[in-house]
């Protein structure tokens, strides 16, 4: 039995950080009957039960992102959505988007898409699905940011540090709620997921407007029980375990307090977002106070011009003289310093 028995074509993409609970939405939504474009990126010990990521996407962002050197979790509050948005209105990229996710619907009406990448890219696929007739809906999973960092920290590794991905939990998730403001949306806790998923499915069919999940008969899905697993919240929240500067910490604090507010019912209004849009200017201040205060870090990074190019002749090019600077670099920092050299070209 599926639950994807209209015949109207939906697109739903569920956003959110990585490390959020994006993958067990997406799973969920697989079983009642949404269309998962195949093949899927192949679940490992990060994520036994799956990603629910279709691999022509994610392949796709990471091209246009590694093209324009922003990451996943990137802390620029300018350079890194400019880039994204250059992206974005690239006629090429459009067109490559819209070809394949056309195919997608082709195949079934209601398409869900996840990758934490496509956070950099809202605009991009908003656009595709109007044109392809198949309104876009939107789910951000929500996650409190210290539970992500330690669990990031076990997916991805410890060369980010806690600080700088939880800044970028800060930019990603004020722009991907500012990105969606006018679109059909619907915020869910990932405790709430694990605790009733059926509930929450219910309430996303309302809120994102698909009806084919607005009346689901938990009982007729039992594989979809079977698949949640209350234990996958494996980090407690807090942030002792972090380092994290005291004033990102209170610029996330702020910012999950309203995100709470919009996952409550009829939480989605003015005063929540007025509060969200607050935090991006002070976010974006403090952010421009540590670029100046690393400068030193920048500047030693970079290759002199007279120095590349005698190396350059020799055989061994900028990379190199840049790697032997680079190993100079606290490790810490390292990240920090190319994120920095990005926004300068």
Known sequence: ????????????????????????????????????????????????????????????????????????????????????????????????????????????????????????????????????????SFVTMLRHPAEILASARRSYGDWQSDASRAAAWVNVMLETERATRDERRAFVRYEDLLGDWAREVARIGTEADVPALANIDRAAFPGVDEFVDPTLRRSPPGWEAHQVPARVRELADAAWEQ????????????????????????????????????????????????????????????????ARVARRIPAPWRKRVRAALARRH
């Open 259 to 322: 995100f709470e507010v919009l996952a409550n019912p009829a939480g989605d209004h003015a005063a929540a977002q007025a509060a969200l849009d607050a935090l991006r200017p002070r976010y974006a201040e403090l952010y421009g106070e540590a670029e100046a205060i690393a400068q030193p870090s920048i500047h030693a990074v970079r290759p002199r011009r007279r120095k590349a190019a005698a190396g350059a002749a020799n055989g061994a090019g900028a990379s190199s003289l840049r």
């Open 1 to 136: 039995m599926s639950a994807a028995g209209s015949t109207d074509r939906r697109l739903v993409l569920v956003v959110g950080v990585g490390r959020s609970g994006t993958s067990l939405l997406a799973g969920i939504l697989g079983q009642l009957g949404l269309h998962i474009p195949q093949p899927e990126v192949t679940a490992d010990d990060t994520n036994p039960k799956g990603f629910g990521e279709p691999r022509w996407v994610v392949d796709f962002h990471r091209r246009l992102m590694r093209q324009r050197r922003v990451i996943v979790f990137d802390a620029r509050p300018v350079a890194a959505w400019e880039a994204t948005r250059a992206a974005s209105a690239d006629p090429q990229v459009q067109a490559e988007l819209r070809e394949w996710l056309g195919g997608e619907l082709a195949q079934a009406p209601a398409v869900v898409v996840k990758d934490p990448r496509s956070g950099w890219f809202l605009p991009l696929w908003t656009e595709a699905a109007r044109e392809l007739g198949a309104p876009a």
